[in-house]
């Protein structure tokens, strides 16, 4: 195949307060027309300073690429001036953002938006340009493309959305199309969706793609070739198979053995949870949960729609679904930060929402929460002994300052952290990091259970594996019982003794953990399991993918006429009544 892309001993260094970081060390490769590329990496590894090099779009200053050529089809990008750039980007090499919502203009109609690239660069006229993006949008798999067209960015789901960067960034058929991390913020499901698409469009248009990512099961779903990034280098490339049969460096077998797989036996807990279970009166009871939101003009949102289960001291219960199914507002309910439209909650028999003020302070010093975006749950301008030590003053627990700052230094080497970095601010750690220092101020109190609102989404899958490690070495020390939010699959199974899955408010099955993956039952947590990549080439090649088109598809799992039934010993299904065998 004839090269479209070479990257030659690129070097890139950022410059702040009179210091120099070495962002990209003298990283060299190629890209074959109609291939796919997979860069993968942790977070700073150097991924998206690459992509955007070769794109153009670091700031200068502070970034300046010091060293290297960037071949495309023969022309040197490096030395193109900012107008001849503007030709290139959109017309030839396209480029998907991590976060839609962000790249998308709030302001502007999407139709709009796709038809700007067409006018500039296709110069077509308006009318032209209005029957190609509509035709784009049917292209990426949007219903209802005439009136979605006129819509704004906030009237589409997360799916919808990245659906739309996938057709502006394709409207002019550029033969580069460079997708940084575009599945990282989807469920399994949307993101089966999404690289579907990905693939299907590059079959039509015979374009090249450049896809970034740290999820290793997407890559062997997707890549021809691989990349490994480390510290601003490459340490490891290779054909897809090559890298995942055969890996050479320390860093991409350590890569490979972070992420769980779903054919891995769950490893028993040193203290058995279905022990725990028999002792007696389960920790938290939820019984016909409801929480309810009216829009207005007879909108009414069941987010959360009679649902019922119990947890058990040292037990945890993982609860996954898509985006919307209703997991996180059933974690805040719980703990009241939302009211409850109805049904209870009672933790250690005692009913939560028949609590005044006073009585509810006093609960909540058993009960924390640790939530999805550990940079955005910090607040930036607190020190970190002030982040950790505010939940210590407003339960009295230290009556000194001597006493408050000893127990945050303990809370935080606790988590793996060091006292020193009681001093620092938010913005001083790593995303691995910061999420540890919520674990810690979330065990201020001294809690016995803990809602995890994806604690582990916005991570690396090495991070992942570390954060996983610490909350289950933290449960045997401390007797921790968690509820375990999550829309990866893989790692729920790991952690979790039984799992909750989730759907549209109601929960459709539960059973433990290793039965749920082994044996289910219900359509949708089939769909959702088949939707997971796994890190496996050879596994992904012969995986009939499951997809569901989300805006034509209202009810594809029955649950309008179901009803819950126990269909084997503590396996318990949601099933459509004229679907029950």
């Not at 190609?132 to 493309?145: T, Y």
């Not at 059933?330 to 939560?352: K, S």
Request: net charge neutral.
């Amino acid at each position: 195949m004839d090269t479209l892309l070479q990257v030659k001993d690129l070097s890139v260094s950022f410059f702040a307060h009179e210091r120099e970081v070495e962002a990209v060390r003298r990283v060299s490769f190629e890209l074959r027309k109609g291939e796919t590329l997979g860069i993968v990496g942790e977070s700073g590894s150097g991924k998206s300073v690459t992509a955007r090099s070769i794109m153009r779009l670091l700031p200068s200053p502070p970034a300046m690429v010091k060293n290297g050529e960037i071949l495309f089809e023969g022309q040197n990008l490096a030395f193109k001036t900012d107008k001849e750039m503007e030709e290139i980007r959109g017309r030839d090499i396209g480029m998907i953002f991590q976060d839609p919502m962000s790249s998308l203009n709030p302001t502007m109609r999407i139709g709009k938006q796709i038809e700007e690239s067409l006018v500039k660069h296709r110069k077509l006229n308006k009318a032209e340009a209005k029957a190609e993006a509509i035709a784009m949008l049917r292209m990426v798999g949007i219903p209802n493309s005439e009136t979605r067209y006129s819509q704004y960015p906030h009237e589409f789901s997360g799916g919808m959305r990245q659906r739309v960067m996938i057709a502006i960034a394709l409207a002019c058929r550029p033969s580069l199309l460079i997708a940084d991390e575009p599945t990282t913020a989807l469920d399994v499901t949307i993101q089966a969706q999404i690289l579907n698409q990905m693939k299907d469009l590059q079959q039509q248009l015979g374009t090249s793609i450049i896809l970034i990512t740290h999820d290793l099961g997407v890559v062997a779903g997707m890549c021809d070739r691989v990349v490994v990034m480390k510290d601003g280098e490459i340490v490891e490339t290779g054909t897809t198979e090559q890298i995942f049969a055969d890996p050479q460096h320390p860093y991409t077998i350590k890569l490979l053995n972070a992420l769980p797989r779903l054919d891995e036996k769950k490893k028993p807990k040193a203290v058995s949870s279905a022990v725990k279970r028999e002792e007696g009166v389960p920790l938290l009871q939820v019984r016909s949960l409801r929480q309810h939101f009216d829009l207005g003009k007879g909108q009414l949102i069941k987010a959360v729609n009679n649902i019922s289960f119990d947890i058990h001291a040292g037990e945890t219960l993982g609860l996954v679904g898509e985006s919307g199914s209703g997991k996180s507002t059933t974690g805040r309910t719980i703990l009241r930060l939302n009211e409850a439209t109805g049904g209870e909650v009672l933790f250690r028999g005692i009913p939560l929402q028949q609590l005044n003020r006073g009585e509810m302070k006093k609960i909540r010093s058993h009960m924390g929460m640790i939530f999805q975006d550990p940079y955005a749950s910090l607040n930036p301008r607190l020190r970190i002994v002030d982040i950790i030590g505010e939940a210590l003053d407003v339960h009295g627990i230290a009556t000194s300052k001597s006493e408050r700052l000893r127990r945050v230094e303990e809370l935080l080497e606790l988590v793996g952290l060091q006292a020193s970095h009681a001093m620092r601010y938010p913005h001083e750690f790593s995303g691995g990091q910061r999420q540890r220092i919520g674990i810690a101020r979330t065990l201020a109190v001294e809690p016995e259970f803990i809602v995890c609102d994806e604690p582990l989404s916005a991570l690396d899958v090495s991070i992942q594996a570390q954060i996983v490690k610490l909350l289950e070495e933290l449960q045997q020390r401390l007797g921790l019982t968690y509820l375990f939010i999550a829309h990866d699959l893989s790692m729920v199974k790991h952690i979790s003794d039984r799992v909750a899955v989730m759907y549209k408010g109601k929960i459709v099955e539960l059973a433990e953990s290793e039965e749920l993956y082994s044996n289910p039952l219900h359509d949708y947590t089939k769909s959702l399991l088949a939707a997971i990549p796994v890190p496996d080439p050879k596994v992904e090649a012969l995986k009939k993918r499951v997809t569901n088109n989300e805006a034509s598809k209202a009810d594809p799992y029955g649950l309008e006429h179901s009803e819950f039934v126990e269909v084997t010993p503590g396996h318990w299904v949601a099933m459509a009544a004229a679907n029950i065998r």
